[in-house]
C-alpha cells in the first residue's frame, strides 16, 4: 500500500488542518484553492493579483505581493491557510509576518477563522523578507467575489 503524506489537488483536507505554500507556477493546489474558494481573487498568468478592484502587480525584488487566506471548504472540518506569493521570498515573508505579527493581525481581521489578507514586501533585492507588511484586508470581496456593475 502506498501512503501519501499530503492531498492531491482533487481531494480536500477533510479533518487535517492544510498550510499550502506557493506560487502560481509552483503550486497547482494553490491554484485551485484560489479558484474554488476565493472568487473575487483573480491571479494571471504572470503573478498579478486582482482582488474585486484592486490590483497588486509583481515587480520582481521591488514590490512583491503574497495573498494569504484561510477559510475552511465547506465539505471538510478543518481549516485550510493559503499562501501564494508573487516570488519565494513573498512566501517566506508571508510565514514571517504571521509568525510575528499573528497577535496584532488577528485583532485587525473580522474573523480568525476566515480571512484574506495581501502582504506587500518592498525591496526585497535590498531587504530581504522582513521588509514585509500588510498591504489590504481584502477579505469581504474576496470570499463574496466581483462586484457586478
Same mark, same amino acid.
Given at each position: ?9 482533487? *481531494? ?13 507556477? %509552483?503550486?497547482?493546489? /494553490?491554484? *485551485? $484553492? ?16 486582482? @482582488?474585486?478592484?484592486?490590483? &497588486? ?9 503574497? #495573498? @494569504?487566506?484561510? &477559510? ?8 485550510? #491557510? @493559503?499562501?501564494?506569493?508573487? %516570488?519565494?521570498? !513573498? /512566501?517566506?515573508?508571508?510565514? $514571517? ?7 496584532? #493581525?488577528?485583532?485587525?481581521?473580522? %474573523? ?8 506587500? @514586501?518592498? !525591496?526585497?533585492?535590498? $531587504?530581504? $523578507? =522582513?521588509?514585509? *507588511?500588510?498591504?489590504?484586508? #481584502? %477579505?469581504?470581496?474576496?470570499? =463574496? ?5
Amino acid at each position: 500500500m502506498i501512503r501519501r503524506t499530503a492531498p492531491n489537488a482533487r *481531494e480536500l483536507n477533510g479533518d487535517r488542518t492544510e498550510l499550502s505554500v506557493g506560487g502560481l507556477g %509552483s503550486n497547482q493546489r /494553490n491554484v *485551485e $484553492y484560489v479558484a474554488s474558494h476565493l472568487p473575487g481573487v483573480k491571479v494571471n498568468p504572470v503573478g498579478d493579483f486582482t @482582488v474585486g478592484e484592486q490590483r &497588486f502587480l509583481h515587480e520582481q525584488g521591488r514590490r512583491d505581493h503574497a #495573498l @494569504v487566506a484561510k &477559510f475552511t471548504p465547506p465539505q471538510s472540518t478543518q481549516p485550510v #491557510l @493559503v499562501i501564494m506569493g508573487q %516570488s519565494s521570498i !513573498a /512566501n517566506q515573508a508571508a510565514v $514571517y509576518l504571521l509568525k510575528r505579527d499573528y497577535r496584532r #493581525l488577528s485583532k485587525t481581521v473580522a %474573523s480568525v477563522d476566515r480571512f484574506c489578507l495581501m502582504l506587500r @514586501v518592498d !525591496a526585497a533585492d535590498t $531587504y530581504g $523578507y =522582513q521588509a514585509v *507588511e500588510l498591504a489590504a484586508d #481584502l %477579505s469581504a470581496v474576496a470570499f =463574496q467575489g466581483r462586484q457586478r456593475r
